[in-house]
């Protein structure tokens, strides 16, 4: 969209939309990089002028202040660029991006990183439930706890999580990674597909078809590397977890061979 | 969707009407359609009856101002003959009235008899508890109940998307466990077993004022803390009791609780110091009223949490 156009949203739940927005403006530019205070502006706001920043002004260094844990910020970001959030966010934020390094200093609320399809995130504090659904690629850093079902339907890359997790971890998960250092709630990759689950503390039960499989070189050379890149010291001794592949998705009918069984 | 929140000073008072605005407003994209408040004053000696004879979206015929006036005359008498002295009632709507009485009778009986008055519903009674609902968001309830100034030690909030049942007062949160005193809940989520504890709980000789299963809860908790239970002691068996997926808050004269079901179906966001602790179905929520950054977390599943006072 060009610079000074607004957009023309029909739909008004209630006076909660807002039907016309201009991109702000009202980034401090130096060189390649800019900083913005998120604190007066509404979400649309932030995310025009991040992405005027990144795409229009071609800015690959931007760091936003004050996002005051407000929603769906930072999503289907698709450059290469540096993102620092200085704050917390809500719900949905980073959704569906691809390529950009996002730095959170604060916690994340639920359904963060949601479909997110490479990059790297880290966040300094805690996370909500949810976070990385239908995760695709990349690695997404949690230095503090995670809530419930989070790296659910996780299709790829890997989530390292510097404390705890909930319940439901893996919920459904289909292939990539989850590292934990602390315990896990009841359920752990209930329903998984595929994919492993590494954790060093506790696990307070296990889902329907996960077990626990043998921990391998190659699973402490990967550990060794996440840990070298984001910071986290010495790892741990780390249990694995993975599919047992009992569930009737995994017999040898096909779909239809299935429909005349049943 | 719904949102939910609360805050207690766990050491002195404030502008507990104000900071529930903001918060509540703050979620009012969670549910437009009513808002609703527990305040708690510091306790007196009296009791506060806050109560309503009909609806917001009730009918205006020609006679509904007289009606009104003819039962809110019949209330005060009625309070007269059961043997309680009023101090002063005022209406803060030409439906919703607050009553300031002096009363050591039975709740039940009072409230019963209150009741039986046509349109009257006792939306609270309590030493310390009042509470507020309304139709709208949450600056026009409070405008309308002139809140902002209700200075007081802790308070609960709920905005309400309505997805079972109508968008009335009735329907609104929170809801006073009748008849216990200072006793009230807000909910978000939805209980599975609700009409098996609403018969049950019928058969014990309680009423409910609406179809929401929200109301429940508060009764239920009530009639566990009656029985002898403490309020953490009550939300921990209503985790085994009750089905379905919720987060809910509730207060006492003294205490503030939360409890998250089995699945952590619903949000809830945390921030905690000695001095306060505030919580709300979205961090944003908090932030309406704290202007500085702060550490929040989520409580886990199954998890319940007491403060006190």
Request: charged share 25%.
């Amino acid at each position: 969209m060009a610079e000074g156009s607004s957009q023309r949203v029909t739909y008004d739940a209630r006076g909660l939309s807002e039907p016309t927005v201009e991109i702000p403006r009202v980034s401090q530019i130096d060189g390649k990089s800019a900083v913005f205070d998120a604190g007066p502006l509404t979400t649309r706001q932030i995310n025009r002028e991040l992405r005027w920043l990144v795409y229009e002004r071609g800015i690959h260094d931007v760091t936003i202040t004050n996002p005051g844990a407000k929603h769906s910020l930072g999503v289907a970001i698709l450059a290469r660029c540096t993102i620092t959030f200085a704050g917390s966010l809500g719900y949905f934020g980073c959704g569906l991006i691809d390529g950009p390094e996002i730095h959170i200093t604060g916690r994340v609320g639920w359904s963060f990183g949601e479909n997110m399809m490479s990059g790297v995130v880290v966040i300094d504090k805690n996370a909500g439930s949810l976070t990385g659904a239908a995760f695709r690629g990349g690695d997404l850093v949690v230095r503090g706890d995670v809530g419930a079902r989070t790296g659910i339907d996780q299709k790829g890359g890997t989530i390292l999580v510097g404390g705890n997790g909930g319940m439901n971890i893996g919920f459904m998960m289909q292939r990539g990674r989850q590292i934990y250092c602390g315990n896990v709630g009841p359920g752990l990759g209930d329903s998984m597909y595929d994919g492993s689950i590494y954790v060093a503390g506790s696990v307070k039960s296990l889902g329907i078809d996960c077990v626990e499989t043998e921990f391998t070189s190659a699973d402490q050379e990967l550990i060794d590397r996440k840990f070298s890149i984001y910071g986290f010291g010495t790892p741990p001794m780390f249990r694995k977890f993975g599919c047992g592949k009992q569930l009737w998705n995994y017999d040898n009918l096909e779909p239809s061979e299935r429909k005349l069984v049943l | 969707m719904c949102g939910i929140a609360g805050v207690i000073h766990r050491d002195g008072d404030a502008d507990i009407g104000d900071e529930m605005t903001r918060m509540l407003q703050a979620m009012k994209h969670r549910g437009p359609d009513s808002t609703g408040y527990a305040l708690y004053a510091p306790p007196t000696d009296g009791i506060v009856i806050r109560f309503k004879l009909a609806d917001a979206n009730d009918e205006r015929d020609f006679e509904f101002g007289e009606r009104l006036e003819r039962h809110r005359n019949e209330v005060e008498s009625r309070l007269g003959k059961i043997g309680a002295t009023v101090e002063r009632m005022e209406g803060d709507t030409e439906y919703a009235f607050r009553a300031r009485v002096r009363y050591s009778g039975d709740l039940k009986a009072l409230a019963d008899y209150l009741e039986d008055v046509p349109g009257c519903e006792v939306l609270s009674i309590g030493t310390s508890l009042e509470i507020v609902k309304d139709i709208g968001d949450a600056e026009t309830v409070a405008g309308m109940y002139h809140l902002g100034g209700f200075r007081g030690t802790h308070a609960i909030g709920h905005v309400r998307m309505a997805t079972e049942s109508d968008v009335d007062i009735s329907g609104a949160h929170p809801y006073w466990a009748y008849p216990f005193s200072d006793v009230a809940v807000v909910h978000n989520g939805q209980l599975t077993n609700y009409f098996h504890w609403k018969r049950r709980l019928e058969r014990s000789g309680h009423r409910f004022q609406s179809e929401c299963d929200s109301e429940i809860i508060a009764v239920y908790l009530a009639e566990k803390m009656v029985g002898g239970a403490s309020l953490e002691d009550a939300m921990h068996q209503s985790l085994d009791d009750l089905d379905g997926v919720f987060t809910y808050v509730a207060v006492t004269a003294d205490s503030l609780g939360v409890a998250k079901d089995e699945m952590a179906a619903k949000p809830l966001v945390l921030f905690e110091t000695d001095e306060l602790v505030v919580l709300a179905s979205e961090e944003m929520a908090i932030r309406a009223i704290i202007d500085h950054e702060i550490d929040t977390y989520d409580p886990y599943e199954g998890q319940v949490l007491v403060w006190s006072r």
